[in-house]
Structures are given as C-alpha cells and as structure tokens.
C-alpha cells in the first residue's frame, strides 16, 4: 500500500513519534493506522511523546569546539540530575553540539521564528517564484513548500540529523526520551565563529604580490 504525507501527518499527529518514525511504522504494517499507532507504541516511541509534556529542569551545558576557529554550547534539559549524568545523555549534548556547529542553525524550533522574519522570507520565495514565471495561482503553494524547506534550514529541531540524515534531530530527541525514560529538551544554543560579524580586511592582489617580493 502507498504511504501517502498525509497518512503520515495524522499518525504523528496521534502519537507524537518522529516522521521517519511515522513512515516506517505505516510502512511496517501496510498502511494500518491501528497496527502502526501500536507498533510505535511496541517500540516504546509513542510513549516519548507523553514524556515530553513533563518539566525538564535539570541537565547539562555541552560544548564542542572545531579546529579553533567554531565553537558551540548548547544546554540540554532533563528531568532529574540523576539523568544529567547519565553517559547517553552527555553524549546526546555532545552530538547536538556538534550539530549546531556543522549545520549551523538559527533557532531551536519553528516556534522561535519572528513572524516578521517568515513573511520577509515568504515575500522573497514568492518573488523568486514569479520572477521564474510560475502561473499566479500556483505560487502561494510553490511558497509553503519552500518555507518548509527554509524551516528545515534554520530550525535546529527540523535538520537532518549529520550523523545520520534520514532521521531529523527532532527524531532523535523523541528517540533519547523513549529510551532513557525522562523528558528531554534542548532549551539554546550559542555558536561562535572566528571573524564572523567582522568586515575582513581586503587588499588587492598585486600590492599583496609587490609586498612579498620587497620582502
């Protein structure tokens, strides 16, 4: 049986499960709604959602630095110290951290994104669009799909995850909750690079040249 988006959308939607999730659990069970809400559940992924209604108050600030010139902290929640201790979880914070670096996103979640910010990337799409010559009626839909795609860019929560691209970190996180049995969050990150924000310093190639032969 085909998996469509939206068989896929009203699962997640039922269970909270990951979309990768999601699909695989409708593929497993051929499309079955029921079969697929309990195989999520068999695998302990449905349960992770209900987990994440729970306060997350503890936890660690993982850092991760590359070659000297990018680094990252990010804190990471939990419910308990005891699970802020935890190995999987540091190791969690860790890969998150590395991540941010990699990827280098903006927010945590689509949520965090100003409005102002999404109609300005939406007029931009919407230009870019028309100025392709798409039809007028066509456009507005052609927009929603690449605003997915913007928010797949700077939301931390909605990129593949680097170490593994067919899940998103999002997956992932549901993934950490269900098997170390708390919630989880990852609440902010700050990410440093070298000279970013400066006005780097340009000089023309043949003075450049002139100087190294005068030395």
Known sequence: MAITASMV?????????GMMDCKKALVETDGNMDDAIKYLRE?????????????????????YIHGGRIGVIVEINSETDFVAK??????????????V???NPIYVRREEVPQAAIEAEK???????LNEGKP?????????????KYYKEVCLLEQPFIKDPDKTVDDLLKEKIAKIGEN????????FEVGEGLEKKSENFA?????????
Not at 43 to 63: F, H, L, N, Q
């Open 101 to 103: 670096a990699a990827a």
């Open 207 to 215: 003075e450049e040249v002139a100087k190294q032969l005068q030395g």
């Open 123 to 129: 007029e931009i799409l919407r230009n870019q669009a």
């Open 136 to 148: 007028e009626k066509i456009v507005d839909k052609m927009v929603e799909g690449r605003i997915a």
């Open 43 to 63: 695998k302990g992924i449905a349960k992770a959602a209900k987990k994440m209604d729970r306060i997350a108050a503890e936890g660690i600030v993982a850092s």
């Open 9 to 17: 959308k009203e699962l997640r939607e039922a269970t909270g499960a």
């Open 184 to 191: 989880l969050s990852i609440r902010r990150f700050s990410r």
């Open 86 to 99: 935890n190995e999987e979880f540091q190791e969690f914070g860790k890969d998150i951290a590395m991540q």
